[in-house]
T-cell receptor
Framework: KQEVTQIPAALSVPEGENLVLNCSFT??????LQWFRQDPGKGLTSLLL?????REQTSGRLNASLDKSSGRSTLYIAASQPGDSATYLC??????????FGEGTQLTVNP | DAGVIQSPRHEVTEMGQEVTLRCKPI?????LFWYRQTMMRGLELLIY????????DSGMPEDRFSAKMPNASFSTLKIQPSEPRDSAVYFC???FGGGRGTDTQYFGPGTRLTVL
């Protein structure tokens, strides 16, 4: 059974700092990995999707990497802003279209 | 596009009552997913449909839960009878694909269910 773990559970940083969120998964037989953002009381917004054959994806200030063999992914956020405050969820896709989610990292960026 | 639409946004009911949650996926998407999010268990997949057919319902907790997708633009998740432990936020998501590929899932705003 696929298990996804995210570290840290919570992170508080000052504005402008670069930061890294970590995600690990137990079964390396994945199709892809997605990073989502969830704002309080809202649904999930997809940020980046990395196919199993890819090493990284970039979108603006966000960069996600994938090391499938070691079961790890990182989400790098450059020059963090208060608007980046949210919970960030990592999810891996294994069989069919099933996504297995981590428990998330709650990020607070202080002005 | 309006995105994935869910209704109601909030539902408060009493134990034993029937609850029906509704979802309209993004037009053109052929896969639909129902998730449940709680503090204790995080985000869990309950069931997903591809081309209106249930593909994987292994996440449905018990017989009190049922889901239908009568057509490509509508799905329901029903709980009968509801119990306090069903209290959670229920998300619907849709995607285009269903097989291997870049099928990003797009989530609705969720329905917050409280069973008293």
């Amino acid at each position: 059974k696929q298990e996804v773990t995210q570290i840290p559970a919570a992170l508080s940083v000052p504005e402008g700092e670069n930061l890294v969120l970590n995600c690990s998964f137990t079964d390396s037989a994945i199709y892809n990995l997605q990073w989502f953002r969830q704002d309080p009381g809202k649904g999930l917004t997809s940020l980046l999707l990395i196919q199993s054959s890819q090493r990284e994806q970039t979108s603006g200030r966000l960069n996600a990497s994938l090391d499938k063999s070691s079961g790890r992914s990182t989400l790098y956020i450059a020059a963090s802003q208060p608007g980046d405050s949210a919970t960030y969820l990592c999810a891996v896709r294994t069989s069919g279209s099933r996504l297995t989610f981590g428990e998330g990292t709650q990020l607070t960026v202080n002005p | 596009d309006a995105g994935v639409i869910q209704s109601p946004r909030h539902e408060v009911t009493e134990m034993g009552q029937e609850v029906t949650l509704r979802c309209k996926p993004i037009s053109g998407h052929n896969s639909l997913f129902w998730y449940r999010q709680t503090m204790m268990r995080g985000l869990e997949l309950l069931i997903y449909f591809n081309n209106n057919v249930p593909i994987d319902d292994s996440g449905m907790p018990e017989d009190r839960f049922s889901a239908k997708m009568p057509n490509a633009s509508f799905s329901t998740l029903k709980i009968q009878p509801s119990e306090p432990r069903d209290s959670a936020v229920y998300f619907c998501a849709s995607s285009f694909g269903g097989g291997r590929g870049t099928d990003t899932q797009y989530f609705g705003p969720g329905t917050r269910l409280t069973v008293l």
